[in-house]
Structures are given as C-alpha cells and as structure tokens.
C-alpha cells in the first residue's frame, strides 16, 4: 500500500474522533417560546462537554407550584431515566436523541 493511501486512511479516521455532539440548549416557562416548539432556528447552543453526548428534550412541572418547563440541552445517555428519580419535578415528556441538533423537536 502506497503511503498517500496510508496517510490519507489516518486522517479519514482522525477526523471522525472529534465528535462532539451540538445541541439546542434553552429553558423557558412561556408556553408560545422557541423553548415548547423547536423547529429549525437555534437561539442557542451546546457543544456537550465530555461524558455527556446525549442530546435531550424535556417539559416538566415543579412539584411544589405545578409550574411548567420546556427545557433542552445535552447530558448523559441515562439523563431522562435519572429524571423520573427526582421528587422535586413531574415528568411529562423526556426525550433523548443522538445527532447535531436532534432534540428540535415539539414539546407541545
């Protein structure tokens, strides 16, 4: 095998090893917001910091004032199964996905 061949499979592979996954990142309590709807504008957001490569998208109220929150972000692949732990939040939909901006995804 040549060494162009060699080199150009090295670097082929090399790219691939910077995969860190981008995703929309927002929380919001305004039921018309970007936050609830998603879609294809992006207001903000997040390279995932290692060990958290999971895009999520999440709606939940506070157990203590029944408030509801859209939020979205990247986290750990267990992130919504951590979620339904907590006492403090009723879950009403937690989602996760893999891929650059997955979590766009309606709320509603």
Known sequence: ????????????????????????KCEDTNLRSFCRYGGSRVDTDDDCPSGKSTCYYMKYTLANSGQLIFKRGCDSSNFCDKQ?????????????????????????
Not at 2 to 13: D, E, P, Q, R, T
Not at 84 to 108: H, P, T, V, Y
């Open 84 to 108: 339904k732990e907590r006492r403090d939040i009723e879950i009403q939909r937690c989602l996760q996905c893999d891929g650059d901006f997955c979590n766009r995804g309606s709320l509603a």
């Open 1 to 24: 095998m040549s060494m162009k061949i060699k080199l150009f499979i090295v670097l082929f592979f090399a790219a691939g090893l910077d995969c860190t996954e981008r995703c929309v």
